[in-house]
């Protein structure tokens, strides 16, 4: 079994999360169930990866030991970040055998979404190594899933953009088409709070030394390519953190990895991460 990790309070939106799918599920009304397992039979259940991966979703398995409300008991889940490998226990489990196969399949689905977000973050995290560019989570997140998307892009070793457009400024393509560069970074100068850096998208070296006149406290280089992107940070010169985005992937990350950018974003780390294979094995406790 892998490492405890120390229970913390079950965050209320997650929670809700679980109940919601157990509604969905009808966990309480398996027919199957109900009809050929006796009331109060009692039993163990453990998460078993079949793969290598890292774990994340420690919450997860804390709401569904409440969902049930005493009828299972969470006996221990792996740490949060921790890495896991084929064959290992993740998370267990003991308690009423009805409630354990009510909520299997609502359980996997959830642990194996969050580990697949964890696992392919922290892949792109040790690609860039051993530069020093963090990896940042998009909003491009499963909706109504971002809080445990994020979550698990952090587990992972990443780190989040905005959480929501109230995070911060972020003068994109679509602002820009109402409104010249130099006037969008000086109106949100103006207008946000102090704590709130300024940042905007670049998609063309053309329009690069106006944005750099305006000051703004992050470049954003969209859809540049590897040899554009070196251009630019050059002409940048440190005036600005620099961040890349646009389409980067596992097998063009190292070409703009070492290229002195402080941040790369990738939406596909939360919209198209593969899901983490998991099964519950059931015994006596």
């Not at 997140?141 to 400024?169: Q, W, Y």
Request: charged share 20%; aromatic share 4%; proline share 4%.
């Amino acid at each position: 079994m892998l490492p405890v990790g120390q229970m913390n309070s079950t965050d209320p939106s997650v929670k809700n999360l679980l109940d919601q799918e157990f509604r969905v599920d009808s966990a309480t009304h398996d027919e199957t169930t109900l009809a050929i397992i006796p009331a109060g039979a009692r039993a163990r259940g453990t998460v078993i990866a079949k793969q290598d991966g890292v774990f994340s979703g420690r919450e997860i398995a804390e709401a569904v030991a409440a969902a049930f409300e005493g009828r299972i008991h969470l006996k221990s889940a792996a740490a949060d970040g921790a890495v896991f490998h084929s064959g290992d226990q993740i998370v267990m489990f003991e308690g009423d055998l009805r409630a354990l196969l009510g909520s299997e399949r609502t359980l996997l689905n959830f642990l194996m979404h969050t580990c697949g977000v964890a696992t392919l973050t922290r892949r792109f995290v040790n690609a860039v190594a051993p530069h020093t560019t963090k990896i940042l989570a998009t909003r491009k997140t499963t909706p109504g899933l971002r809080s445990l998307d994020l979550a698990a892009v952090v587990h992972g070793g990443g780190a989040i953009h905005r959480r929501s457009l109230s995070d911060g400024v972020l003068i994109k393509e679509n602002h820009l088409w109402a409104i010249d560069p130099a006037t969008a970074i000086r109106k949100a100068r103006e207008g946000c709070s102090p704590l709130h850096g300024v940042e905007i998208e670049v998609q063309n070296l053309a329009l690069l030394d106006s944005v750099l006149e305006a000051k703004p406290d992050i470049i954003m280089l969209d859809n540049l390519g590897p040899e554009q992107v070196r251009t630019a940070i050059h002409r940048i010169a440190g005036h600005a953190r620099v961040e890349i985005s646009g389409g980067i992937n596992l097998e063009t990350i190292k070409d703009y990895a070492g290229l002195g950018a402080d941040y790369i974003s990738v939406g596909r780390i939360t919209h198209s991460a593969p899901a983490c294979d998991l099964s519950l094995d059931l015994c006596h406790e």
